[in-house]
């Protein structure tokens, strides 16, 4: 997987860099709209992360630029500006996603998943932990054919750390993929712990669920083997 | 008091002033002009007199004993006397005028009269020639009658012709008041023309208001501009201390310790993203840089915000209790704002809720209102501090740490955005009552 990483702010495109390279994503990295529009047209990415706010190009009119050349690439716009505006223009343009900074870099790929889901309308939707079986499409979890009644939030916990199993997901990072949206400052809250409570409960009525992990002091971790 | 009756009302007091000044002044120099005219002809007809006895002498005049002489026109309206004279006057050979009652014939009438002595035949006598005064007293009273209907009737014009030249002088006045004022809610939807008038102040105030309204209208566009630039300049930085601990975390060697301290910088890292968001969230609703084009379902929105809610609901176990007299729309606002208004007021319900605890909401119609009512039964909010419990930045509870309370604030925010009025009833351990009063934006 190619990635093209435009951002005029080097510590963060470096950042994210590391991030994705270590996750087996190819980067590469402009700094800059001129650049990025001739490496747009020269290589093929798979995916190209765009700031718009770029000094010396229209983050938009790139997108639209690029969408003529790359038109296999899905473009996730990102952005420190805030605006619903911005949000609508840029989908509106073409672009698959749309991240606002600060974002979690475990958003950034599970984002990132469910373009490559969408755009390539893969057959197999389903994840399996310990015979459980999540189906992303509709949702759901089943144990042997048998639905599991989870809520909304508990399929996204499970879901979310199950696209990053094996490593350790903090309770801020779980917090913000579900409650994201929310301007809440409510981080003391137990509600994650809660919910990983009232899922383990769940899933334990069927089998083990060992696999769901408390890292002392920092968050949890789906233990799955790959 | 409206220019307009003012401007008319010292007009009419002025013209009372002109008018009884005329009224007393009038008859005056009238009856001067009148008696000047008559006293012209007196002195005529005097030297008339003379010269009639110089040339036929007195004796053909005086026929009787008393040596004295009367002529009277029929209606007593002139006469001329001679009688003589016993001895010198003072004025002797100048002409003395008066007023005088004169008795003719048994009719008293006042008269104005010119006696002046003559020496004759070495006799002194005296001839007075009198003019009746009847025909003057009329005019006059005429001429008073007359000014006095005649201000009469002109301060009535006068008083209907400044009403409306008052009205129409002040058209471009009210024009501005509306179009300029009162019709601009945000100086965004401000538009710089003119307003006709050829008054010059008036003009001249048009121009003011224009000229201060693009003062404002820039001043917002800084903000704005100012919001878009804090973002840009504080999330970069905070993003890249977020991304940075994220990849510290995911290290495989990393003591744990560390990681806790991370764990720890990412929180206060979210609080402080938080706080900016919020405050630039505060910023662009006062900013008007939402749109108010949606309509929406209150009762949907609600439930949707309670779907989204359901969990923190189930973890206190705590029962929404809804009654709806009717589905109300709500108009010409913004559904993400509104969703998120309701997001606030729910989830502070939940926050302040006690473990199975209930949240009412009820919908009422009070002076033909739509009002909207979210109600718990958690600790309750203390009297003194509930004026201040919209205000940014204020804390009440020790135990909330890390709250910063923008929740309440943002929801006045968008309540305001919408002229939604939010009012607040609390009772310590008994439950807060929040109370949304739709003003314009509500429809059956």
């Known amino acids: 997987m190619n990635v093209l990483i435009v951002e005029d702010e080097r510590q963060l495109s470096h950042e994210i860099e590391i991030f994705l390279t270590k996750q087996g994503y190819q980067c590469d990295v402009a700094f800059s709209g001129k650049s990025a529009s001739e490496k747009i047209y020269v290589n093929s990415y798979d995916f190209v992360l765009l700031d718009i706010g770029l000094p010396d190009y229209n983050g938009f009119s790139l997108l639209k630029e690029a969408k003529q050349t790359a038109k296999e690439s899905a473009f996730i716009i990102l952005t420190a500006r805030g605006s619903t505006d911005d949000k609508i223009t840029g989908l509106d343009l073409g672009a698959d996603d749309y991240l606002s900074k600060p974002f979690s870099l475990l958003e950034l790929q599970a984002r990132m998943q469910a373009i490559l889901r969408r755009k390539h309308g893969l057959k197999n939707n389903t994840i399996e932990i310990n015979g459980f079986i999540l189906d992303i499409q509709n949702r759901t979890v089943s144990f042997n054919n048998t639905p599991i009644n989870l809520t909304k939030k508990e399929f996204d916990i499970l879901h979310y750390m199950a696209l990053h199993k094996n490593r350790v997901i903090t309770r801020v990072q779980l917090t913000e993929h579900?409650?994201?949206?929310?301007?809440?400052?409510?981080?003391?809250?137990?509600?994650?712990?809660?919910?990983?409570?009232?899922?383990?409960?769940?899933?334990?009525?069927?089998?083990?669920?060992?696999?769901?992990?408390?890292?002392?002091?920092?968050?949890?971790?789906?233990?799955?083997?790959? | 008091m409206k220019l307009q009756v003012k401007l008319t009302f010292y007009n009419a007091i002025f013209q009372a002033v002109i008018a009884v000044a005329i009224g007393i002044l009038l008859p005056i120099v009238i009856e001067r002009v009148v008696y000047n005219h008559i006293d012209k002809r007196l002195h005529?007809?005097?030297?008339?007199?003379?010269?009639?006895?110089?040339?036929?002498?007195?004796?053909?005049?005086?026929?009787?004993?008393?040596?004295?002489?009367?002529?009277?026109?029929?209606?007593?309206?002139?006469?001329?006397?001679?009688?003589?004279?016993?001895?010198?006057?003072?004025?002797?050979?100048?002409?003395?005028?008066?007023?005088?009652?004169?008795?003719?014939?048994?009719?008293?009438?006042?008269?104005?009269?010119?006696?002046?002595?003559?020496?004759?035949?070495?006799?002194?006598?005296?001839?007075?020639?009198?003019?009746?005064?009847?025909?003057?007293?009329?005019l006059k009273l005429t001429i008073n009658k007359f000014t006095i209907w005649m201000v009469a009737i002109v301060m009535l014009i006068s008083i209907l012709m400044n009403m409306t030249l008052a009205q129409l002088l002040l058209m471009p006045f009210n024009a501005i008041i509306t179009r300029k004022l009162k019709a601009i809610h945000h100086p965004n939807t401000f538009i710089e023309d003119h307003i006709k008038t050829s008054t010059y102040e008036f003009a001249y105030l048009d121009q003011s208001i224009n000229e201060m309204m693009i003062k404002v209208k820039n001043a917002f566009q800084i903000e704005r501009e100012f919001i878009t630039n804090v973002s840009h300049e504080l999330l970069t930085p905070i993003s890249i201390l977020q991304n940075r601990i994220e990849n510290i975390l995911s290290e495989s060697n990393l003591p744990h310790e560390v990681a806790l301290k991370m764990v720890e910088s990412q929180k206060t890292l979210v609080r402080l993203s938080k706080v900016i968001k919020a405050l630039l969230y505060i910023s662009k609703i006062e900013n008007e840089q939402f749109l108010r084009n949606e309509k929406v379902n209150l009762k949907a929105v609600t439930e949707e915000v309670l779907e989204e809610l359901e969990d923190r609901l189930a973890q206190k176990d705590i029962r929404v209790v809804q009654s709806w007299d009717e589905e109300i729309e709500l108009s010409n606002c913004n559904r993400s704002l509104i969703h998120t208004l309701l997001f606030n007021l729910l989830s502070n319900a939940i926050k302040y809720n006690k473990e199975h605890g209930e949240i009412f909401i009820s919908s009422s119609h009070p002076d033909n209102h739509f009002q909207l009512s979210i109600r718990d039964t958690g600790v309750g909010v203390e009297g003194n501090h509930l004026p201040y419990i919209f205000d940014r930045f204020k804390r009440f509870r020790p135990d909330d740490e890390m709250s910063f309370g923008l929740g309440l604030p943002i929801a006045k925010k968008i309540a305001i955005f919408h002229d939604i009025k939010i009012e607040v009833k609390s009772e310590m351990a008994t439950g807060t009552e929040f109370i949304l009063t739709f003003l314009t934006i509500a429809s059956r």
């Open chain 2, 44 to 138: 005529a007809r005097a030297e008339k007199m003379m010269k009639i006895i110089q040339i036929g002498g007195l004796d053909d005049i005086i026929k009787d004993q008393e040596c004295s002489y009367g002529d009277y026109n029929i209606f007593k309206e002139e006469y001329v006397s001679i009688s003589p004279l016993s001895s010198m006057p003072a004025n002797f050979g100048k002409d003395t005028i008066e007023n005088a009652e004169v008795n003719i014939e048994n009719t008293v009438a006042k008269h104005r009269v010119l006696s002046r002595g003559f020496l004759y035949d070495n006799q002194l006598y005296k001839i007075e020639i009198g003019e009746g005064l009847s025909t003057v007293e009329q």
């Open chain 1, 178 to 226: 579900i409650w994201g949206d929310v301007l809440e400052e409510d981080y003391e809250s137990n509600y994650i712990d809660v919910h990983i409570k009232n899922l383990r409960k769940k899933l334990a009525a069927y089998n083990n669920a060992d696999f769901i992990e408390t890292v002392r002091g920092i968050g949890y971790r789906l233990n799955m083997a790959s």
